[in-house]
């Protein structure tokens, strides 16, 4: 009987002791499973490389059917399968898997794996369809042991295996599979930190190298297309536009397409108009599934978009304003993830500083332009005298700064209440030379007699004025302005501009428009002004030269023995004085003293005046006195002050001893040496009471031989050159 005791405590003994050995063995086999998995997840980058190994390396090690790996979806709560198990047929059955898991639209709280992700606890069941959590996916599932995949306390997913037989997972199992689990889940953590790190990085660069490239733009227009296309290829789009407001004509245009928008590009729409309007006039991004079946799609977008492509609208703010829409257009099979939304409205926002800033930059060198063009005008206006050339060079201004294809101004003539032209650039033809616009049948008129600008976008849609309608059939024309030039309250005319294309223009544009033509207008009073200050100016000079004119007559009567004599000695004065190299405003001085050159005598008593013999002494010193006499008469006089040389000193000579005040050489003033010659000249040369006429020859010999004492050596030798080329030779 003890051996029978003895010999049953040892096989226990020994059964125990070979339970204890497997144990050892499977504990062993596990660790090295363990350390296994612990060197092939740390050499993957990839959570869909580690889910993958993960369920590979769980064949090794349990009993399963199937086996899925799944992460948990931060932003929706979605259960995506990120592995599964083949069970031996291949990559084609795990893509079928996957989606079929995904079709049923696993998420946190929904299902026993969903359980398990909300509430951070490992199920085990031995008959899993006797739960009521349970959800049918597998057709044959029975046992079935799934286990979070914590990281610091917080579920990232979970890893289940199920199996068509009853109750085979035990605790060894659970607790293997929780370690492999919380393995699978650090590595998983450290893939996703290490991808948001490289997605990060990535952004980054993007966002670096989108900026730098805007920031290198000169413009908005080269801006745009930069912006589409670095943004496209920061999210690996094909396809994507971008639409921009025009203020000017209130509508929306795709100014740049690319992929299945390129042919839509140029497509203007109303504001509030198809996915683009709907983004515009709400400011908020706009998420289509899919443009082909999305019923915010307008034509002639309606069946551009391929079946399955969706995307992204996002509005476009420049400053404080929605300027534009930007649309981001993917495949179905890589549609756009959340990350990359994220980074399209980063760039979106960079892109919208760059833009503002950008706009700021054109608008300040538009307004300094518009500053220099103004001013020109200005120059233009006070450096010219004649209205013509003056308004040529404004209106090519007008051309330019105003970016239009033609200019023209039409003058106002009040009495036949007509347009008549003025000045004009840009036109193709003639036609515009013989403008004649009558008031009450024009948009000219129109702005004349309303006094304000009259726009017309598209002239082909109006036909109520017959001057514009031929000017389009003949130009053509498509738009078409025109301002009245108003100055002081006065109509001077119109200043009409024209584009051949159609388009409204904005509120700043209509106000540089009305501020050229005020110039224009001001230029016009200003001409008319100068024009009646040198008419009255004229007059004004036409009636002194009358009155000296009569002046000298008066003389001449009262002195009948030098009668002619004053305009004879006028025109040969002025003839040498230009052959001295004298011209302008001198020569009106000139003239006129040589004309009054013989004032002074009206102080000369007629008794020595009339004297037919030679003066006595006393006589000379009266008569010496009429230069004298000339410079009293008229230094009072503003208009004849200047003139005052010839009267006053044409009796000094070269060598002193002249009078009345006895300066010598080029202290007498050039007007009366030049005079001197010729009044010395043309008195010799005529017949006096007390001696005849000296012949020409006899004349020029004396006034020779009195060079350098009575003349001016210099003016002598043009004089004689004179009378040789021009044949002046006096009667005997």
Request: charged share 25%; hydrophobic share 40%; with cysteine.
């Amino acid at each position: 009987m003890a051996v029978i005791i003895d010999l049953r405590e040892r096989v226990q003994a020994e059964a125990e002791r070979a339970k204890m050995i497997r144990m050892l063995e499977r504990r062993l086999n596990e660790l090295g499973i363990i350390h296994l998995a612990n060197q092939m997840l740390q050499r993957l980058h990839s959570p869909g490389e580690l889910a993958q190994a993960a369920v590979r390396l769980l064949e090794t090690i349990m009993d399963y059917e199937y086996c899925a790996v799944m992460l948990i979806e931060q932003e929706s709560g979605k259960l995506i399968p990120y592995a599964v198990s083949d069970q031996g047929q291949g990559e084609d059955f795990i893509h079928k898997t996957k989606e079929h898991i995904r079709a049923s639209n696993p998420r946190v709280g929904k299902g026993i794996v969903g359980w398990v992700a909300q509430h951070g606890k490992c199920v085990c069941l031995n008959d899993a369809r006797q739960d009521e959590r349970y959800l049918p996916l597998q057709e044959d599932t029975r046992s079935e042991l799934c286990v979070p995949m914590l990281v610091g306390g917080k579920v990232i997913g979970v890893v289940n295996v199920e199996s068509p037989r009853l109750g085979i997972y035990t605790k060894e199992d659970q607790r293997l599979l929780e370690t492999v689990a919380a393995q699978i889940a650090v590595a998983t953590e450290n893939t996703r930190l290490f991808e948001v790190a490289r997605r990060r990085a990535e952004e980054l660069e993007a966002l670096n190298r989108i900026s730098a490239a805007l920031r290198e733009a000169e413009s908005v227009e080269r801006a745009i297309p930069l912006l589409l296309d670095e943004t496209l290829a920061a999210v690996a789009a094909p396809a994507g536009s971008i639409t921009l407001y025009q203020p000017e004509i209130n509508r929306l245009k795709i100014v740049e397409g690319r992929g299945w928008f390129e042919p839509l590009q140029a497509t203007v729409r109303i504001p509030n108009e198809g996915i683009e309007g709907y983004v515009f006039t709400r400011g908020e991004v706009y998420i289509s599934p899919d443009f082909s079946a999305d019923s915010r799609v307008k034509p002639p977008a309606v069946g551009q978009s391929p079946p399955g492509w969706g995307g992204a609208c996002l509005p476009i703010r420049i400053g404080d304003q929605i300027s534009g829409v930007l649309i981001v257009s993917k495949p179905a099979e890589n549609p756009l993830t959340t990350q990359q939304l994220r980074l399209i409205e980063a760039i979106i926002e960079i892109a919208g500083v760059s833009l503002h800033r950008l706009r700021l930059h054109h608008e300040t060198n538009r307004r300094l332009k518009r500053l220099q063009a103004l001013h020109a005008v200005t120059q233009a206006i006070t450096a010219n005298v004649d209205i013509r050339i003056t308004l040529d060079i404004l209106i090519k201004h007008v051309q330019e700064q105003l970016d239009v294809d033609a200019a023209g101004v039409l003058l106002y003539d009040s009495q036949l209440q007509e347009l008549y032209f003025g000045a004009e650039v840009g036109f193709n033809t003639r036609i515009y030379t013989q403008s004649k616009v009558r008031l009450d049948t024009s948009y000219a008129g129109t702005a004349v007699l309303k006094r304000r600008i009259v726009q017309i976008p598209d002239l082909s849609q109006s036909k109520d004025d017959s001057w514009a309608n031929r000017l389009l059939k003949i130009e053509n024309f498509g738009a078409y302005w025109v301002a009245p030039l108003i100055a002081r309250g006065t109509v001077q005319g119109v200043l009409e501009v024209f584009r051949r294309r159609t388009g409204a223009e904005n509120e700043n544009w209509m106000a540089y428009l009305d501020t050229l033509a005020t110039q224009i207008a001001v230029a016009l009073e200003d001409a008319q002004l100068i024009d009646g200050l040198q008419r009255a100016h004229l007059d004004l000079q036409i009636a002194y030269d009358a009155t000296i004119e009569g002046l000298v007559r008066a003389l001449e009567y009262r002195d009948m023995e030098t009668e002619g004599h004053s305009q004879r000695v006028t025109d040969l004065t002025l003839k040498l004085a230009k052959s001295m190299g004298i011209t302008g405003e001198e020569l009106d001085h000139i003239r006129r003293g040589a004309l009054l050159h013989d004032i002074g005598k009206i102080g000369v008593p007629d008794s020595i005046l009339h004297k037919p013999g030679k003066l006595d002494e006393d006589e000379w010193a009266i008569m010496r006195e009429h230069p004298q006499y000339a410079y009293d008469l008229l230094k009072e006089i503003a208009h004849l002050r200047p003139a005052l040389d010839i009267p006053y000193y044409h009796h000094e000579k070269w060598d002193g001893t002249g009078y009345p005040r006895g300066l010598r050489g080029e202290q007498i003033p050039l007007a009366a040496r030049i005079f001197a010659i010729v009044d010395v000249y043309d008195a010799l040369t005529s017949n006096r009471p007390y001696r005849g006429a000296w012949s020409k020859e006899k004349t020029l010999d004396y006034i020779r031989q009195q060079s350098g004492t009575h003349f001016d050596p210099q003016v002598v030798e043009v004089f004689m050159k004179l009378i040789e080329k021009s044949g002046l030779i006096q009667s005997d």
